[in-house]
């Protein structure tokens, strides 16, 4: 039987996955008694016989957003639907949400959630605390009801609804075409970026603005940018156009992913064979939750067998212990990401 531990929640679920509670050797927030919202039929006993809220305590959209605790993700989806994982497994419940307070629900069991004064997101506790939960970035969206992303280890089950060649939004800016070879490739007109990526991963169309992010649902990431404007005014070299790049923007979709606090661990420089590769470099950020192996490319497009004068940045975000122990989340990423290059 697989163990899936997760935060205040006690019950068992198909599948064999057993969530277990992991508020027993977790000490509450020092600020961990945020005023709860007014009771109602969808509040726990817990929040009717607590304060409200202050009156002008913040107002958050909470779809499509991620937060972590003790290790585990939450992420919070457009439909309603609830993922909880450990990086490895997921579970699925629902959650309702009032833009101040809401509930998480799984299997007949309810979970407070709660904003204090401060913004500050807390999770309630199977001892009536309060703990603070951690943003996490972005948690997609779509349809999740029926199943979660799958481990890129797994054989893929389940439709992404790609039911036309070609599928574009109402104002035509982004469009989706399915390929034969089980394959999937994205378009962005408004930032002049195409990539193709397998069907079993998602594209993230909000995530990093200006950008097109894959993920495979496992905690690795795939942000893809055309540079060509940022490259041709940058005064320096392309080792120090590179540097600047990571540390000016891809820490900032670090933390757009995986949260706050990050840390820069080191940065090389790596050579490169490719006869239209202009730098590469690699990286290590990491906060309280995550630790994550970082390597970005800065390449020239190719026509006609010669280097045009696009240039399109690709950057990899994997598991860094993953990464150093010869794992294979990076080199899927690698191999499957490809062929990020300019609409027109």
């Known amino acids: 039987m697989k163990h899936l531990r997760v935060f205040t929640i006690l019950l068992c679920l198909p599948l064999s996955i057993t969530i277990l509670s992991a508020c027993g050797d977790k000490e509450p927030n020092a600020n961990s008694n945020p005023s709860s919202a007014s009771g109602g039929s969808t509040q726990s006993e817990n929040a009717q016989n607590s304060d409200a809220p202050e009156e002008d305590a913040p107002s958050i959209e909470f779809a499509d957003m991620a937060w972590s605790i003790d290790g585990i993700t939450y992420s919070f989806y457009t439909d309603g639907t609830l993922e909880v994982t450990d990086g490895t497994d997921s579970v699925f419940g629902g959650y309702e949400w009032d833009g101040q307070a809401g509930l998480i629900t799984m299997d007949g069991f309810a979970v407070e959630l709660l904003l204090d004064g401060e913004g500050d997101l807390y999770m309630e ?32 089950d389940y439709d992404l609804d790609y039911n036309l060649d070609y599928d574009t939004d109402d104002d035509g800016s982004i469009g989706y075409e399915a390929l034969d070879n089980g394959k999937i490739r994205f378009y962005d007109y408004d930032n002049n970026v195409s990539i193709t990526y397998p069907e079993w991963m998602l594209c993230m169309e909000d995530a990093n603005p200006g950008t097109v992010t894959i993920t495979d649902g496992n905690g690795g990431y795939v942000v893809g940018e055309n540079i060509t404007d940022m490259y041709w005014n940058y005064s320096g070299s392309d080792d120090e156009m590179i540097a600047a790049y990571m540390n000016e923007l891809v820490t900032v979709y670090f933390e757009e992913l995986y949260g706050d606090g990050w840390e820069v661990f080191y940065l090389n420089n790596m050579s490169s064979d490719e006869s239209n590769r202009i730098a590469t470099a690699e990286m290590n950020l990491y906060n309280d939750d995550y630790d994550i192996y970082i390597r970005t490319l800065i390449y020239h497009t190719v026509q006609n067998g010669e280097n045009t004068g696009t240039v399109m940045a690709k950057t990899f975000f994997a598991s860094f212990d993953d990464y150093n122990d010869g794992g294979s989340q990076f080199q899927t990423l690698y191999d499957e990401v490809r062929n990020l290059v300019p609409v027109q």
């Open 125 to 156: 506790g199977e001892d009536g605390e309060y703990y603070l939960m951690t943003y996490a970035g972005f948690a997609g969206g779509g349809d999740h009801e029926s199943g979660g992303m799958p481990n890129p280890d797994d054989t893929p």
